[in-house]
């Protein structure tokens, strides 16, 4: 059996030294690098670095938010199962509407997915929170319609939802317009919950 | 906006027909494809298939376990997060130790992680069960090393531990002696909760 690093301090000095080596982050603002670093660090992949679509601010947007209160609203439970609670800095609620009674039925009616359904549920809640999309295209096509519909604005979009059907699109729609709304984006098939919520746990870490 | 797909049965049809066309599934054995097709999903990269380590009779044999009743253990909550609960053939368990009391102490008198740590609460549960390991490098070792050790071999390990730090060399160490334990394992640095979650789902799906 060969020998492996088992202290959690050195294994994370030496995963993100790593990062740091290889990632080229001095390419981004100050307020993105933690972000950044934390969402290679969940994929295990320096080269999402280069796919990275994000307004200036979002970093900065996002840790006042999480700062002032605002509560993070996430697209699945995975996501909220990786923030961790800990490092959010104001006990800042963390929000999963997807399996609430009812959404079933309200996709049903709406024609449309119940990841989608459940967005509805956000709109009491979606003035000036933090919106984590690890999962599902479709949730974030249907953010932006109701941003279209005059929606209040949240702080800030993380959009990672994944996979092959929507998942590149819906991140090109946000990236091409944010509709004012600060944002980061990871542009193409790959994204999910991990770097989701890896970029939440990234702006709740260190005061601005 | 654009228009996009909005209905789930014609999203999931065209994600796994897209991930067929793409991944050259046939290079797989038969209890494998499912597997490979649903890790491929989660993640958005079909090249990932291309750096699979398993062995053939691993889909059967992790199928053939949750069917009798296995419990599924896994490394952290993200991956029971991913678990669909309703794709479970037998109701199947779902463990996580991460979070049990005495499990940071247990890891300071070890020395090493959490997650290794976690691992000894195992111990009783393990003979005949599905390993989830989603997360930790550390975890993956911690196993290999009470297997060695004499401790009773679980059915299957689903080796998608991620990151910089243990993950590539964690899996290369299963590869090269998985144990006499049927695995699956995502060579590199790649892997995460959203794939190890998804190979538990793949088993669940269908009957043999």
Redesign the interface.
Known sequence: ??R?????AA?YA??FA??EREARLDRFPDGMRPLVTRVI?????VEVADRLAYSPDAGEAGRQALFAGAPVICD???V???IIRSRLPAGNEVLVTLNEPGVPEL?QRL????S?AAVELWEGRIAGAVVAIGNA??AL?HL??RL?AGWPKPALILAFP??????A??KA?IAADPRGVPFVALK???????MA?AAVNALGGERA
Not at 4 to 8: E, G, M, S, V
Not at 41 to 45: D, I, K, P, T
Not at 188 to 194: I, T
Request: hydrophobic content about 35%; charged content about 25%.
């Open positions: 059996m060969r492996y690093l088992k202290d959690p294994i030496e995963s790593t990062v660090h969940a994929c295990g992949m699945c439970e995975m909220a199962a990786g996709a024609g449309t997915t119940r989608a295209p479709t096509f932006l319609e279209d994944v996979g092959f059907v929507g998942a699109e819906s729609e193409g098939r790959r994204g999910g919950s991990a919520a």
